[in-house]
């Protein structure tokens, strides 16, 4: 931790001005919101409504936000890694096709953009409609739990 702590690393790369997949404000969304707990965390809040889930609960949003999240970073690492290793050139020409291809399919659901993709699901007055009526049956079952001492 001394010297690859996530502060340590972060104010390295940007000492080297360079942070090819990762920039500043990737970087600051991913810890706000799923790297570091904070007061202010809302757990598993992935879908629409911004609702925290607490314990086991699959939200589509946050599984197709993860798997692109994720795609960058690992086309990024196998890229550099088929770059130093010593493989056949055919191999390598594989390898980058399928990176190019991965990063050509990641969708729209990013850290950067999922509060932009629900502003627009919101301007839909249906979509906002039915979304209020499934906040509003939320609370009213947050309402009726007993409340503990």
């Keep these: 931790m ?16 360079t942070m090819p997949v990762i920039d500043q404000e990737r970087y600051s969304l991913l810890c706000e919101r799923a790297a570091h707990v904070q007061p202010d965390t809302r757990p598993q809040a992935h879908n629409i409504l911004g609702l925290p889930i607490v314990g086991a609960s699959f939200q589509e949003e946050g599984a197709l936000m993860c798997l ?19 493989l056949d050139e055919k191999i390598k020409s594989e390898i980058f096709a399928a990176t190019k291809s ?5 969708g729209g659901a990013m850290i950067t953009t999922i509060d932009d993709y629900h502003s627009r699901v919101l301007e839909d007055p249906q979509a906002r409609n039915a979304i ?16 503990r001492a």
Aim: aromatic share 4%; glycine share 2%; charged share 25%.
């Design 102 to 106: 991965l990063v050509e399919k990641v």
């Design 132 to 147: 209020n009526k499934a906040a509003n049956l939320l609370r009213r079952i947050q309402s009726a739990r007993p409340t």
């Design 2 to 17: 001394a010297n690859f702590s996530p502060v340590k690393v972060r104010l390295r790369l940007e000492e080297l001005q």
């Design 68 to 86: 692109n999240e994720i795609a960058l970073p690992l086309a990024t690492a196998v890229l550099f890694g088929a770059a130093v290793l010593d």
